[in-house]
Every structure is written in structure tokens, then in C-alpha cells.
């Protein structure tokens, strides 16, 4: 049985993306405990609250034990290399949860890991929050097929995840940044080709969410990109997430942040403190997903856990 790694959305065909959503919104009792007697490595080269929080009690729910460890303290290639922690740890668990600054090093740990690898969120790619956004968006607007779905703000790793499950789900997603953060044609056919939905780029944010049932943005500087930090907040000046650009969106769309949030820059307060703001719903549903994609990897991958366990 070949190893589910979980490094991007795209890791899953558009019925696995189904079925791990369905598995999300089913009772925690009706999943069975799969983790029982099983741990779980979850290694955080930066800080986090939500990704830490929701996938250390999804284990647990699911049966199992998490096993907190902060990046400096296994020195990921500095200590030693990512692919020794991960043979390593793989002993020890389940499987491996890993957030990291270079996503190089999730792909390096799933290509010799003997358990499956979640990526906690790289440089490139956020999974388990895109997971969570479309579940959030498919309770509040319905299937999102043939739905419009904005992006305005820097096209990051949780857009890119979060473009990935949009067209995978059939929607129409709408990316607005600067021209010189947006993403290629190239990035955007890749994207394409995953499913019936489509990924565009417009140039101006009013056009972008002309029409869209849901806003979404995210910080305009990541986690690792402190250094341009003064050169990213002057191109995304006019990119701002304001009461006026939510009045184009379709009436009643919803706003949407992974969170964490900076009012004033990417989101004015009026619209994330708003009543048409969903991120609390969105964050309480980092449990539910991560919970589900959980589940779904361990239904597929049951006789790898008991391998483990037994030797
Ligand atoms: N949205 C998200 O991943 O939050 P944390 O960085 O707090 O985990
Ligand atoms: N794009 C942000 C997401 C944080 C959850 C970052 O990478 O810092």
C-alpha cells in the first residue's frame, strides 16, 4: 500500500477532497478511535496557534497521543537532516505533521517517511487550512460548483491551497494582487487542471470580487518574510479588504482570514469585526477538517498503523 502524504490540496483527487470534508462534518463517535494506541509527531518550525491547537485535539479525539516538538529542538537540518528525523520518527508514530519555512523539507521528509506526512503549512502550501475555508464557505453558501470566490491580498501558501480545493470543488476562484506577486499562467493552468472549477487573476480588486459570494484574505507578510516586509506592505497598499470593496461582492457575501489578522492592513476592522465576517466559524473549523482528513488517512491506511505497532 503506497503512503498518503498530504503535502498540498492537490494531494487528493476531487472524490478523496469529498470524502474528507463529508468525514469532517460526521459525529467524532461514528469515526472510531484509529489512533488508538498510536502517537503523533507534530514538529513546528514557527509559531502557531490554530494548526497546533486543532490537529493535537484532533488526535486525540481520534484515539491517539500528539507529540509537540518545536523545530529548534530537533534542529531540522541543522541538527540533523530532515530525512533522519523523519525515518526516525516515522518509528515512533503514526504519523508526521511538520510546519516549516521551506516546503523542500516536507518533500524530503515524505520521500522516505514509512507513515504519512501532513504538511502544518510551508512556504508554498497550507492544506488543512484550505480544507477548513471550503468546508466553512460549503456551510454557509451551499456545493461551491459554479460559485465565485475571491482572493484579495498576496497570493500565499494558503491562497494556493485554498485555489486548489476552489477548483477541485468546481467554483471560480478570483486572485487579485500587485502584478508583481501574482501568480504565473503557468501556476494558474496547474491549478486549472485539477478539476472543473477555474483560477483567473484580475488586476483590480473591484473587479475581482464583482460578484463573489466569499472574500478571502491573509497577512501580506509571512512567516519567514520579515525582511520584505516594508517593500510587500507598500505594493499591497490599494489591496486592502475595506466595507467599500465588500459592497461589489454579491450582497451577503461572507468575509474570510485564516487568521492570524493585522486590522488596518490587509482587513479593515469594520469588515473582520463585522457581521458578515465567518473567521471564527473558519478557525473552529480547523478541528472539524483536520479531524477529517485524519480519519480518511488512517481509513486508507489502517495496515500501515498496525505494521508500525506491531514491530
Ligand atoms: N491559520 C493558521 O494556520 O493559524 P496558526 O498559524 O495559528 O496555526
Ligand atoms: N500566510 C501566513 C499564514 C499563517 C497561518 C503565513 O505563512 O505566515
Redesign the pocket.
Known amino acids: 500500500m503506497s503512503i498518503r502524504h498530504i503535502l498540498d490540496t492537490s494531494d487528493l483527487s476531487v472524490e478523496e477532497l469529498k470524502d474528507v470534508l463529508a468525514l469532517a462534518q460526521m459525529p467524532v463517535a461514528q469515526l472510531g478511535e484509529p489512533l488508538t494506541g498510536h502517537c503523533a509527531a507534530l514538529i513546528f518550525e ?1 509559531p ?1 496557534n ?2 497546533r491547537h486543532s490537529m493535537e485535539v484532533a488526535v486525540v479525539q481520534l484515539g491517539g497521543h500528539p507529540v509537540y516538538t518545536r523545530g529548534e529542538e530537533v534542529g531540522i537540518d541543522v541538527r540533523e537532516t530532515a530525512e533522519d528525523i523523519a525515518q526516525v520518527m516515522a518509528g515512533y508514530h503514526a504519523f508526521l505533521g511538520a510546519r516549516v519555512f521551506k516546503h523542500d523539507v516536507v518533500q524530503r521528509m515524505a520521500s522516505v517517511s514509512s507513515v504519512p506526512v501532513v504538511n502544518m ?1 510551508s ?1 508554498v502550501a ?1 492544506p488543512l ?1 484550505a480544507l477548513a475555508d471550503v468546508l466553512t464557505m460549503q456551510q454557509q453558501h451551499g456545493e461551491l460548483q459554479g460559485k465565485r470566490i475571491a482572493w484579495v491580498g ?1 497570493f ?4 494556493n491551497s485554498l485555489a486548489q480545493a476552489c477548483v477541485m470543488l468546481g467554483a471560480e476562484f478570483v486572485v487579485s494582487t500587485p502584478p508583481q506577486y501574482r501568480p504565473t499562467e503557468s501556476e494558474l493552468a496547474t491549478i486549472n487542471a485539477l478539476g472543473k472549477g477555474s483560477a483567473q487573476y484580475v488586476a483590480v480588486p473591484a473587479e475581482a470580487v464583482n460578484g463573489a459570494i466569499a472574500v478571502h484574505t ?2 501580506w ?5 520579515e525582511s520584505v516586509a516594508a517593500e510587500k506592505a507598500a505594493a499591497f497598499s490599494g489591496f486592502m479588504v475595506t466595507q467599500d470593496l465588500m459592497t461589489r461582492a454579491q450582497q451577503g457575501a461572507c468575509f474570510y482570514h ?3 489578522a493585522h486590522r488596518g492592513s490587509e482587513v479593515e476592522a469594520a469588515v473582520i469585526d463585522g457581521p458578515n465576517s465567518r473567521v471564527i466559524e473558519q478557525a473552529h473549523n480547523r478541528l472539524h477538517s483536520a479531524r477529517g482528513l485524519l480519519a480518511w488517512i488512517f481509513q486508507q491506511q489502517g495496515a500501515v498503523v498496525k505494521e508500525n505497532a506491531q514491530s
Do not use: F, W, Y
Open positions: 514557527k502557531s490554530r494548526t503549512l512556504d497550507h487550512q498576496d500565499n501558501n494558503v491562497a491573509d497577512v507578510i509571512s512567516m519567514g518574510e485564516c487568521l492570524p
